[in-house]
């Protein structure tokens, strides 16, 4: 699964957002990776996090705070 937003504020930048299974080699828990590129470019961001699956509740939850 994998989503692509328009970055509010550019002209052409995006967040990507993608769940990654083993991202650190084989056994490794999936991640949901977040990815910010003012230039556009989904598959080499300027910058991004790894949040753990198991973390995500948790962090929609401080977000939705946030908002």
């Known amino acids: 699964m994998s989503k692509t937003i328009a970055l509010?504020?550019?002209k052409k930048g995006v967040i990507s957002?993608?769940?990654i299974d083993e991202p650190y080699g084989k056994g490794s828990?999936?991640?949901a990776s977040i990815?910010?590129?003012l230039a556009g470019n989904t598959d080499e961001p300027e910058w991004k996090v790894h949040i753990p699956l198991e973390?995500?509740?948790e962090?929609?939850?401080a977000l939705t705070e946030l908002k």
């Open 8 to 10: 509010n504020g550019t």
């Open 29 to 31: 828990h999936s991640v």
């Open 55 to 57: 973390n995500l509740d």
């Open 59 to 61: 962090v929609i939850e």
């Open 17 to 19: 957002i993608t769940k």
């Open 35 to 37: 990815g910010i590129s």
